[in-house]
């Protein structure tokens, strides 16, 4: 199993629509969860950590759930302007390759 | 607030030619990552320094590559001698307090080698 997984997508929503993507780990030890976007031909950004009570920034929500090693995220009111890959992050806090990057998943918004 | 810096943008080379890329993290930020970005093995990351220490280089492909921060202000990635599959986008980024705080990238380098 890898150690991130994401499906790649596209996933293809109109605008308006809400869209949730899931991520899995496969190291229960993770601690840390986050977030990234990526847009064509840029540098990753983080959009929002993940906290174990879930959290909210505006459109997005962003959930964990340690008992069956996943997070997601959830973008309502989609826009044209979301479109782009979005990056799972996880931190396995113990030696060895600390910050796995999923593959991404790649969100196309269309009017 | 100037982020990280990388240099050069984009760098097309020949093969067996020696490499270096540039990176100066952003002032304050104790952790420096290196990551190499493909479409077939996505991000991965090469190595991360802490207070220009290295502390995980275990996704250092082999030993063509070497990296180093000699200050808290900069650091390199080096490739000798390049091969074709080292063609990627490579990543510097920095946090303020290692692998539990996000990262800033830079905007990459664009390595093709030829």
């Known amino acids: 199993r890898k150690e991130v997984e994401q499906d790649p997508g596209p996933f293809n929503v109109p605008e308006g629509a809400t869209v949730a993507f899931n991520c899995t780990y496969s190291?229960?030890?993770?601690?840390?969860f986050f977030w990234y976007r990526q847009d064509c031909r840029k540098e990753p950004k983080l959009l929002m950590s993940?906290?174990?009570s879930g959290n909210e920034d505006g459109r997005f929500t962003a959930q964990l759930n340690r008992a069956s090693q996943y997070i997601s995220l959830l973008i309502r009111d989609s826009k044209l302007s979301d479109s782009a890959t979005y990056l799972c992050?996880?931190?396995?806090?113990?030696?060895?390759?600390?910050?796995?990057f999923g593959k991404g998943t790649t969100l196309s918004v269309s009017s | 607030d100037a982020g990280v810096i990388q240099s050069p943008r984009h760098e097309v080379t020949e093969m067996g030619q020696e490499v270096t890329l540039r990176c100066k993290p952003i002032?304050?930020?104790?952790?420096l990552f290196w990551y190499r970005q493909t479409m077939m093995r996505g991000l991965e990351l090469l190595i991360y320094?802490?207070?220009?220490?290295?502390?995980?280089d275990s996704g250092m492909p082999e030993d063509r590559f070497s990296a180093k921060m000699p200050n808290a202000s900069f650091s390199t990635l080096k490739i000798q001698p390049s091969e074709p599959r080292d063609s990627a986008v490579y990543f510097c980024?920095?946090?303020?307090?290692?692998?539990?705080?996000?990262?800033?990238f830079g905007n990459g380098t664009r390595l093709t080698v030829t």
């Open positions: 320094f802490n207070n220009n220490v290295p502390i995980d």
């Open positions: 980024a920095s946090s303020w307090a290692g692998i539990n705080s996000p990262l800033h």
């Open positions: 992050v996880v931190n396995a806090q113990q030696a060895g390759t600390a910050l796995i």
């Open positions: 002032s304050g930020h104790n952790s």
């Open positions: 190291n229960s030890a993770s601690q840390s």
């Open positions: 993940v906290y174990s």
